[in-house]
Protein backbone atom coordinates (compact mmCIF):
# COMPACT_ATOMS: atom_id res chain seq x y z
CA UNK A 1 0.00 0.00 0.00
CA UNK A 2 0.78 3.80 -0.48
CA UNK A 3 0.39 4.70 3.04
CA UNK A 4 3.65 2.92 4.26
CA UNK A 5 5.67 5.29 2.59
CA UNK A 6 4.20 8.14 4.44
CA UNK A 7 7.00 8.77 6.52
CA UNK A 8 9.35 10.35 3.54
CA UNK A 9 7.51 12.88 3.37
CA UNK A 10 6.43 15.87 5.76
CA UNK A 11 2.84 16.46 4.83
CA UNK A 12 1.69 13.38 3.43
CA UNK A 13 -1.75 13.45 2.07
CA UNK A 14 -3.57 10.02 0.64
CA UNK A 15 -6.63 10.53 -1.27
CA UNK A 16 -8.75 7.54 -2.09
CA UNK A 17 -11.75 8.30 -4.16
CA UNK A 18 -14.60 4.78 -5.30
CA UNK A 19 -17.74 3.78 -5.85
CA UNK A 20 -19.14 1.70 -2.70
CA UNK A 21 -18.57 -2.28 -2.93
CA UNK A 22 -21.40 -3.94 -1.30
CA UNK A 23 -18.65 -6.61 0.23
CA UNK A 24 -17.73 -5.50 3.61
CA UNK A 25 -14.59 -7.22 3.81
CA UNK A 26 -13.48 -5.29 0.43
CA UNK A 27 -10.49 -2.65 1.14
CA UNK A 28 -12.64 0.02 0.45
CA UNK A 29 -15.63 -0.81 2.74
CA UNK A 30 -13.00 -1.15 5.43
CA UNK A 31 -11.56 2.67 4.56
CA UNK A 32 -15.04 3.75 4.62
CA UNK A 33 -16.01 2.40 7.53
CA UNK A 34 -12.78 3.46 9.40
CA UNK A 35 -13.18 7.42 8.16
CA UNK A 36 -16.65 7.64 9.65
CA UNK A 37 -16.28 5.90 12.94
CA UNK A 38 -14.11 9.06 13.31
CA UNK A 39 -11.66 6.61 15.58
CA UNK A 40 -8.69 8.41 13.64
CA UNK A 41 -8.82 12.21 13.46
CA UNK A 42 -6.29 12.38 10.62
CA UNK A 43 -9.08 10.60 8.51
CA UNK A 44 -11.51 12.84 6.65
CA UNK A 45 -14.56 10.87 4.87
CA UNK A 46 -17.10 12.14 2.75
CA UNK A 47 -19.66 9.25 1.48
CA UNK A 48 -22.03 10.55 -0.84
CA UNK A 49 -24.54 8.17 -1.27
CA UNK A 50 -28.39 7.40 -1.74
CA UNK A 51 -30.60 6.67 1.42
CA UNK A 52 -30.26 2.63 1.51
CA UNK A 53 -34.23 2.07 0.74
CA UNK A 54 -34.56 5.35 -1.24
CA UNK A 55 -37.00 5.37 -4.48
CA UNK A 56 -34.91 5.23 -7.46
CA UNK A 57 -37.15 8.34 -9.14
CA UNK A 58 -36.77 10.62 -5.92
CA UNK A 59 -34.26 13.07 -7.40
CA UNK A 60 -33.42 14.56 -4.38
CA UNK A 61 -31.23 11.23 -3.43
CA UNK A 62 -29.93 11.92 -6.91
CA UNK A 63 -28.33 14.86 -5.60
CA UNK A 64 -27.38 13.39 -2.09
CA UNK A 65 -24.98 10.40 -4.45
CA UNK A 66 -23.98 12.95 -7.23
CA UNK A 67 -23.12 16.68 -5.95
CA UNK A 68 -21.93 17.50 -9.23
CA UNK A 69 -25.04 16.64 -10.94
CA UNK A 70 -25.82 19.14 -13.39
CA UNK A 71 -22.45 21.01 -13.45
CA UNK A 72 -19.51 18.68 -14.49
CA UNK A 73 -21.75 15.26 -14.30
CA UNK A 74 -23.89 14.86 -16.66
CA UNK A 75 -28.07 15.14 -15.68
CA UNK A 76 -29.35 13.53 -18.37
CA UNK A 77 -27.46 10.49 -18.40
CA UNK A 78 -28.13 9.52 -14.95
CA UNK A 79 -31.70 10.31 -15.27
CA UNK A 80 -31.93 7.73 -18.74
CA UNK A 81 -29.82 5.17 -16.90
CA UNK A 82 -32.64 5.70 -13.61
CA UNK A 83 -35.33 5.32 -16.02
CA UNK A 84 -33.85 2.42 -17.56
CA UNK A 85 -33.98 0.89 -13.96
CA UNK A 86 -37.29 1.63 -13.05
CA UNK A 87 -38.66 -0.19 -16.43
CA UNK A 88 -36.11 -2.63 -16.54
CA UNK A 89 -35.95 -3.73 -12.74
CA UNK A 90 -32.59 -6.51 -13.74
CA UNK A 91 -30.43 -3.22 -14.10
CA UNK A 92 -31.96 -1.63 -10.63
CA UNK A 93 -29.26 -3.08 -8.46
CA UNK A 94 -26.24 -2.06 -10.46
CA UNK A 95 -27.84 1.79 -10.80
CA UNK A 96 -28.31 1.52 -7.10
CA UNK A 97 -24.52 1.01 -6.77
CA UNK A 98 -22.33 2.54 -9.60
CA UNK A 99 -24.96 5.49 -9.81
CA UNK A 100 -26.61 6.05 -6.30
CA UNK A 101 -23.25 4.97 -4.26
CA UNK A 102 -25.49 2.51 -1.95
CA UNK A 103 -23.55 -0.76 -0.83
CA UNK A 104 -25.35 -3.75 -2.65
CA UNK A 105 -24.80 -5.82 -4.99
CA UNK A 106 -24.60 -5.04 -9.04
CA UNK A 107 -25.67 -8.82 -9.41
CA UNK A 108 -29.47 -8.33 -10.40
CA UNK A 109 -31.23 -9.86 -6.70
CA UNK A 110 -33.65 -12.91 -7.18
CA UNK A 111 -36.75 -10.39 -6.35
CA UNK A 112 -36.53 -7.01 -7.84
CA UNK A 113 -37.45 -4.16 -4.92
CA UNK A 114 -40.37 -3.22 -6.93
CA UNK A 115 -41.82 -6.67 -6.31
CA UNK A 116 -40.22 -7.16 -2.98
CA UNK A 117 -42.30 -3.49 -1.71
CA UNK A 118 -45.21 -4.43 -3.51
CA UNK A 119 -45.81 -7.12 -1.17
CA UNK A 120 -46.02 -4.94 2.11
CA UNK A 121 -49.11 -4.39 4.18
CA UNK A 122 -50.14 -4.64 7.22
CA UNK A 123 -52.54 -8.18 7.52
CA UNK A 124 -51.00 -10.37 10.54
CA UNK A 125 -51.69 -14.21 11.00
CA UNK A 126 -54.91 -14.36 12.91
CA UNK A 127 -54.71 -16.51 16.37
CA UNK A 128 -56.00 -19.79 15.33
CA UNK A 129 -55.41 -19.59 11.53
CA UNK A 130 -53.88 -22.30 9.50
CA UNK A 131 -50.50 -21.99 8.75
CA UNK A 132 -47.70 -24.21 6.73
CA UNK A 133 -43.88 -23.56 8.94
CA UNK A 134 -40.74 -23.16 6.39
CA UNK A 135 -37.42 -24.39 7.83
CA UNK A 136 -34.19 -23.77 7.06
CA UNK A 137 -31.35 -24.39 10.09
CA UNK A 138 -28.11 -23.09 10.83
CA UNK A 139 -25.28 -23.97 13.21
CA UNK A 140 -22.64 -21.02 13.26
CA UNK A 141 -21.99 -19.13 10.52
CA UNK A 142 -25.80 -18.31 8.52
CA UNK A 143 -28.97 -17.04 9.80
CA UNK A 144 -31.65 -19.65 10.77
CA UNK A 145 -35.07 -19.31 9.38
CA UNK A 146 -38.96 -20.45 10.48
CA UNK A 147 -41.07 -18.46 7.60
CA UNK A 148 -45.03 -19.20 8.31
CA UNK A 149 -47.68 -18.63 5.95
CA UNK A 150 -51.36 -18.80 5.66
CA UNK A 151 -52.99 -21.22 4.03
CA UNK A 152 -56.16 -19.26 2.99
CA UNK A 153 -55.30 -15.66 0.30
CA UNK A 154 -54.20 -13.55 -0.28
CA UNK A 155 -50.74 -15.36 1.48
CA UNK A 156 -48.99 -13.48 4.51
CA UNK A 157 -45.78 -14.37 6.11
CA UNK A 158 -44.47 -13.96 9.73
CA UNK A 159 -40.80 -14.76 9.88
CA UNK A 160 -38.58 -15.41 12.49
CA UNK A 161 -34.44 -15.47 12.39
CA UNK A 162 -31.93 -16.39 15.55
CA UNK A 163 -28.00 -15.95 15.49
CA UNK A 164 -26.28 -17.35 18.30
CA UNK A 165 -25.45 -14.85 21.20
CA UNK A 166 -21.55 -15.02 20.96
CA UNK A 167 -21.04 -14.40 17.02
CA UNK A 168 -23.40 -11.20 17.17
CA UNK A 169 -20.47 -8.69 17.22
CA UNK A 170 -17.97 -10.49 15.18
CA UNK A 171 -20.37 -11.63 12.08
CA UNK A 172 -21.62 -7.95 12.11
CA UNK A 173 -18.23 -6.91 11.31
CA UNK A 174 -17.77 -9.78 8.80
CA UNK A 175 -21.59 -8.99 6.97
CA UNK A 176 -21.56 -5.26 7.53
CA UNK A 177 -18.85 -4.06 7.87
CA UNK A 178 -15.90 -3.41 10.58
CA UNK A 179 -17.29 -1.64 13.85
CA UNK A 180 -21.04 -2.11 12.75
CA UNK A 181 -23.72 -3.67 15.59
CA UNK A 182 -26.55 -4.37 13.20
CA UNK A 183 -27.34 -7.83 14.59
CA UNK A 184 -27.01 -6.68 18.44
CA UNK A 185 -29.51 -3.65 17.51
CA UNK A 186 -31.75 -6.20 15.29
CA UNK A 187 -31.81 -8.40 18.22
CA UNK A 188 -32.94 -5.50 20.82
CA UNK A 189 -35.24 -4.18 18.62
CA UNK A 190 -36.53 -7.17 17.97
CA UNK A 191 -36.00 -8.22 14.75
CA UNK A 192 -33.92 -10.95 15.47
CA UNK A 193 -33.83 -13.75 18.16
CA UNK A 194 -30.87 -15.31 19.91
CA UNK A 195 -29.64 -18.42 20.70
CA UNK A 196 -27.52 -19.09 23.90
CA UNK A 197 -23.86 -19.91 22.94
CA UNK A 198 -21.60 -20.56 20.24
CA UNK A 199 -24.53 -22.25 17.59
CA UNK A 200 -28.09 -22.43 17.73
CA UNK A 201 -29.13 -24.28 19.64
CA UNK A 202 -31.91 -26.95 18.17
CA UNK A 203 -34.04 -26.95 21.54
CA UNK A 204 -34.58 -23.48 21.28
CA UNK A 205 -35.91 -23.80 17.84
CA UNK A 206 -37.86 -26.50 18.88
CA UNK A 207 -39.42 -25.16 21.66
CA UNK A 208 -40.77 -21.89 19.86
CA UNK A 209 -42.08 -24.17 16.89
CA UNK A 210 -43.93 -25.94 19.37
CA UNK A 211 -45.23 -22.61 20.98
CA UNK A 212 -46.06 -21.78 17.43
CA UNK A 213 -48.27 -24.97 17.23
CA UNK A 214 -50.00 -23.46 20.23
CA UNK A 215 -50.83 -20.03 18.58
CA UNK A 216 -51.86 -21.38 15.52
CA UNK A 217 -52.94 -24.15 13.08
CA UNK A 218 -49.74 -26.06 11.57
CA UNK A 219 -50.97 -27.92 8.37
CA UNK A 220 -46.98 -28.99 7.97
CA UNK A 221 -43.68 -28.02 7.94
CA UNK A 222 -41.08 -27.74 4.89
CA UNK A 223 -37.55 -28.00 5.73
CA UNK A 224 -33.89 -28.52 4.53
CA UNK A 225 -33.11 -31.80 5.82
CA UNK A 226 -29.74 -30.54 7.29
CA UNK A 227 -29.99 -30.90 10.54
CA UNK A 228 -33.27 -31.54 10.71
CA UNK A 229 -32.90 -35.00 13.11
CA UNK A 230 -31.74 -32.66 15.97
CA UNK A 231 -35.03 -30.66 16.15
CA UNK A 232 -37.11 -33.87 15.32
CA UNK A 233 -35.12 -35.34 18.60
CA UNK A 234 -36.13 -32.31 20.36
CA UNK A 235 -39.94 -32.27 19.16
CA UNK A 236 -40.10 -36.31 20.67
CA UNK A 237 -38.31 -35.02 24.27
CA UNK A 238 -40.60 -32.46 24.51
CA UNK A 239 -43.68 -34.76 23.77
CA UNK A 240 -44.75 -32.71 20.36
CA UNK A 241 -46.02 -34.78 17.79
CA UNK A 242 -44.49 -34.96 14.04
CA UNK A 243 -44.25 -37.22 11.11
CA UNK A 244 -42.17 -37.35 8.15
CA UNK A 245 -43.37 -37.49 4.40
CA UNK A 246 -40.75 -38.32 1.32
CA UNK A 247 -41.73 -34.80 -0.09
CA UNK A 248 -38.70 -32.11 -0.66
CA UNK A 249 -38.67 -29.19 0.79
CA UNK A 250 -38.66 -27.80 -2.62
CA UNK A 251 -41.71 -29.19 -3.64
CA UNK A 252 -43.31 -28.51 -0.41
CA UNK A 253 -42.65 -24.95 -0.41
CA UNK A 254 -45.31 -23.96 -3.36
CA UNK A 255 -47.31 -21.74 -0.53
CA UNK A 256 -44.87 -19.26 -1.04
CA UNK A 257 -45.06 -18.89 -4.00
CA UNK A 258 -46.60 -15.35 -4.85
CA UNK A 259 -46.78 -14.62 -1.43
CA UNK A 260 -48.22 -11.06 0.01
CA UNK A 261 -46.73 -10.60 2.74
CA UNK A 262 -46.86 -8.75 6.26
CA UNK A 263 -45.88 -5.42 7.38
CA UNK A 264 -42.78 -7.50 8.56
CA UNK A 265 -41.71 -7.63 4.86
CA UNK A 266 -39.94 -4.30 5.77
CA UNK A 267 -38.48 -5.61 8.61
CA UNK A 268 -34.43 -4.81 8.17
CA UNK A 269 -33.42 -8.44 8.44
CA UNK A 270 -36.18 -9.50 5.79
CA UNK A 271 -34.58 -6.45 3.65
CA UNK A 272 -31.22 -7.78 3.75
CA UNK A 273 -32.43 -11.22 3.03
CA UNK A 274 -33.66 -10.33 0.02
CA UNK A 275 -30.58 -7.81 -0.84
CA UNK A 276 -28.28 -10.90 -0.23
CA UNK A 277 -30.37 -13.20 -2.82
CA UNK A 278 -29.30 -13.58 -6.39
CA UNK A 279 -31.24 -14.94 -9.06
CA UNK A 280 -28.86 -17.64 -11.36
Known amino acids: ?84 AIRMPAEEPKVRNLFLNQRVSSIASLISRAEWMACAGDAPLAQGEEVYLALDLSSTVDLTALMIGSVDDPCRIEPHFWKPRDHLTEHSSRDFGSG ?24 VIALFIAEMTQRYKVKGMAYDRWRINDILREFDRIGLQASRTARRAATACGWCHGAKASRTWGLPSMRWSWRSSSAS
Open 1 to 84: MLDTSFGARDEPLFIVISTQSNDPEHIMSKLIDDGLSGVDPAIVCHLYAAAEDCELADEKQWHKANPALGKFRDYEDLATAIRK
Open 180 to 203: SHRYREWAEAGHLKISPGKSINPE
